[in-house]
């Protein structure tokens, strides 16, 4: 018996209560969950506090005051219990309002046989996606969203008239709000099935919708040395950035080229949580998904030989990204931090003309540029590049592959470490050279520290020295 369980049987003896919804689907697909869905006969907020009580003063708190929903959570968060109140006279008119049969199934709190009056079994063991009801997505259009999500996490088939009655209600979505829409969007995109989520959504007619910069990439043709449009290369990059989280696929051979040496420590930083209860893995995914929005806008064909560019989409796609992500209530850390992938995507690749090996302040100029994405926006280059296969793309990938794979361990050490403690301070620089704080003692002390990455510099007396040189020049 799980923690959860044994809490709320504990802290709800004697009262009706039911376990319902995402706990008992996933228990029954052999999910493992430490959380707990629950509709209680009464009073919910009076149930939380009693399952509250049963767990040492757990965190009660109300999770929904238009549902009027409560949710207590663990003191060390190992598991969560939300409390819901019964939405109807009875248990099968409240299962009936929910969104899909399969989580339209319920069983008592102190155990017994499931309760499923609109063959939720049945469905699962099809492995069906089945609306609960005729009116489930107009009586909440984000349910579009939900079928998508549920889907891909699932592995279910939606079935046909589910189908369509979604497609019919996909225009309402959007009236409903963005935190909401982007708490879907979020896990679709997060999904190891994410493009499969995608393309659904396409054909729902949702990413019309949700999503518009996304459309607005189909068809957009682009240079020679490209093979998709570009959409169709945002999907491929997309599935190499998802390649790298989960492993495998048509391309693992050439992505180990770059991380192998890494592996362990790529596949640390990728599990690092950033923001929005997404870790760096899965917002990199974001940062496939926006890094050429800006191509649309930005589209221009050579008069003299006809060849198609997008002068500046980094630099447009940035701003674009960040207005997407705002519109979507993204917390700012995200915003900056998806803003930051697609305005630096470029640089890598431009990198791949210099001398190789790269010089270390060359290398030093990238990683202080793209910081603190220079890992991530490494990787998102090494999936851009693997997705561009148009002419010459076989020596292109390779000489790119070859960057990357050098830069990424100096990205990983920049992460871990930073440039290194500075071998002056501000304060001491100011006094030794008799200069006011200000930018031109900004640009010595960047000097220094790019001099000293370089392994040009290794004591106090060196660098004093390397500044006297440099402020003439300033």
Avoid at 240 to 269: C, K, M, N
Wanted: hydrophobic share 45%; net charge negative.
């Amino acid at each position: 018996m799980s923690s959860a369980l044994q809490i709320a049987r504990t802290g709800l003896a004697g009262r009706r209560a039911w376990v319902v919804g995402g706990t008992l689907r996933d228990r029954l697909l052999g999910r493992e969950t430490a959380d707990l869905d629950m509709v209680v006969e009464g009073d919910p907020g009076e149930a939380a506090r009693a399952v509250s009580r049963a767990a040492g003063r757990a965190a009660c708190f109300a999770l929904s005051e238009e549902f009027g929903s409560w949710r207590v959570v663990a003191r060390d968060h190992s598991w969560q219990i939300d409390v819901e109140p019964l939405r109807a006279e009875t248990l099968e008119q409240d299962l009936a309002l929910r969104d899909f049969t399969v989580n339209a199934i319920a069983e008592p709190l102190e155990g017994g046989s499931p309760i499923d009056p609109l063959g939720g079994l049945a469905d699962l063991e099809a492995r069906r996606l089945r609306m609960a009801g005729p009116s489930a997505f107009a009586d909440d259009p984000l349910r579009v969203l939900r079928l998508v999500r549920a889907a891909v996490e699932l592995d279910l088939a939606p079935e046909a008239e589910t189908v369509r009655c979604a497609r019919e209600s996909t225009g309402a979505l959007g009236g409903v709000s963005a935190e909401r829409v982007f708490a879907e969007l979020r896990r679709i995109l997060a999904a190891t099935r994410a493009r499969e989520g995608l393309e659904l959504m396409h054909d729902l007619g949702a990413t019309a919708v949700v999503l518009p910069e996304l459309e607005a990439l189909r068809g957009v043709e682009q240079s020679r040395f490209h093979h998709r449009d570009v959409h169709g290369h945002t999907f491929e990059v997309l599935d190499r950035t998802i390649e790298l989280t989960e492993r495998g696929g048509p391309h693992a051979e050439e992505l180990d080229r770059v991380t192998g040496s890494h592996d362990a420590q790529v596949r640390g930083f990728l599990s690092e949580p950033l923001a929005d209860e997404l870790s760096r893995g899965e917002a990199l995914r974001w940062g496939a998904l926006l890094h050429d929005a800006a191509k649309p806008l930005t589209r221009e064909v050579r008069p003299l030989d006809g060849r198609v560019t997008f002068i500046g989409h980094d630099v447009r796609g940035a701003e674009l990204a960040r207005s997407v992500l705002e519109r979507l209530r993204a917390s700012e850390r995200l915003r900056a931090h998806v803003a930051a992938l697609v305005r630096h995507h470029l640089r890598l690749g431009f990198l791949v003309h210099e001398p190789q090996p790269l010089a270390r302040r060359t290398v030093f100029a990238y990683l202080r540029a793209c910081s603190p994405v220079e890992v991530d926006v490494t990787l998102l280059s090494v999936a851009d590049r693997l997705a561009t296969r148009g002419d010459k793309a076989g020596a292109a990938i390779d000489a790119h592959l070859a960057v990357a794979r050098d830069m990424l361990g100096a990205a990983l050490r920049w992460h871990a470490d930073g440039p290194g403690a500075p071998l002056l301070r501000g304060d001491e620089l100011a006094r030794e050279l008799a200069i006011a704080p200000g930018p031109r003692l900004g640009e010595l002390l960047e000097a220094l520290a790019e001099a000293r990455y370089a392994g040009e510099l290794d004591t106090r007396e060196q660098a004093l020295a390397y500044a006297r040189a440099v402020a003439q020049n300033i």
